[in-house]
């Protein structure tokens, strides 16, 4: 589905592990944020930043593929004053995972926060496969068969042999807590505040704040409304009332919600929702 602001969607129940779109002559602007899923983004026109806590800023342009593993913190936003053209492709972790254990390749850490660091790839070559693969997930009159084995095609013979990781430094401090933080923000219904956090493993709130921008490159609040908005994703691909869904979540109110889901997404909940409405029967 093609949006207003000319940024489309696609996604499949039949193929849950992976979602993509496509933006033209965007200007919208992203806050730091974080994925659980592998993702790769592809500039097709203009300029934009590149930002992580765990690596250089680095500007991109049309060619340009940005792989960003998963719960990397990053923000990527056009240069001021101009828009941009983009794809971005989100493929599950755990699906990601199998896959390069078919084909003999490390693509993922199995820890549930950053070990690997993102890198930019300029070659023609793994632009072209990207955006032909893309295109193809994107076309409604292509069958769900198609897209599947065009998926796998192309990240197992196009993309991986390009994708040299390389590990991100592991930080010592109190980093035997970190798994445990993370599976209660996961769990929360709500938002935890830093005292929960804190008196959980019991260490001061300065120490979990250091703790998750040195592991995470986000604070603990901002990390927790990444894993809200990631939720909101997954719930309003299923028809979730947007009306319920602040409260469920632990939002303040329906506003909040529109505004932070806005930042992170590029779009409102509902015109999200509605790139998603459609189940395509082939």
Request: proline share 5%; charged share 15%.
């Amino acid at each position: 589905m093609l949006l207003p602001n000319l940024l489309e969607f696609w996604s499949d129940p039949r193929m849950p592990y992976v979602e993509t779109r496509r933006a033209c002559e965007s200007r919208i602007c992203y806050k730091a944020h974080s994925h659980p899923t592998l993702s790769i983004g592809a500039v097709d026109a203009g300029q934009s930043t590149f930002y992580s806590a765990f690596t250089d800023e680095v500007t991109i342009q049309q060619g340009s593929l940005v792989v960003i593993p998963a719960h990397i913190e990053h923000s990527c936003n056009p240069v001021q004053h101009q828009h941009w053209s983009y794809q971005m492709l989100h493929v599950d972790a755990t699906w990601l995972e199998q896959l390069s254990s078919e084909v003999h390749c490390l693509l993922l850490e199995k820890m549930p926060m950053p070990q690997l660091k993102p890198l930019v790839l300029h070659g023609s070559v793994t632009y072209q496969a990207f955006c032909q693969m893309n295109q193809t997930l994107l076309d409604s009159d292509v069958l769900i068969t198609e897209k599947e084995q065009v998926l796998i095609e192309c990240l197992t013979q196009l993309l991986f042999p390009y994708i040299d990781w390389q590990q991100l430094p592991q930080h010592a401090y109190f980093h035997q807590h970190l798994h445990l933080l993370i599976t209660l923000c996961q769990n929360a219904q709500g938002f935890l505040s830093l005292e929960q956090l804190a008196e959980k493993i019991g260490v001061s709130r300065y120490v979990v704040i250091r703790l998750f921008k040195a592991n995470l490159g986000l604070t603990p609040h901002l990390f927790q409304v990444n894993l809200k908005i990631h939720q909101a994703r997954q719930a309003l691909k299923t028809g979730a009332k947007i009306s319920t869904l602040a409260t469920d979540l632990g939002f303040s109110d329906q506003s909040h919600f529109h505004k932070v889901f806005k930042a992170h997404a590029g779009v409102t909940p509902k015109q999200y929702q509605q790139g998603f409405s459609r189940t395509f029967l082939q």
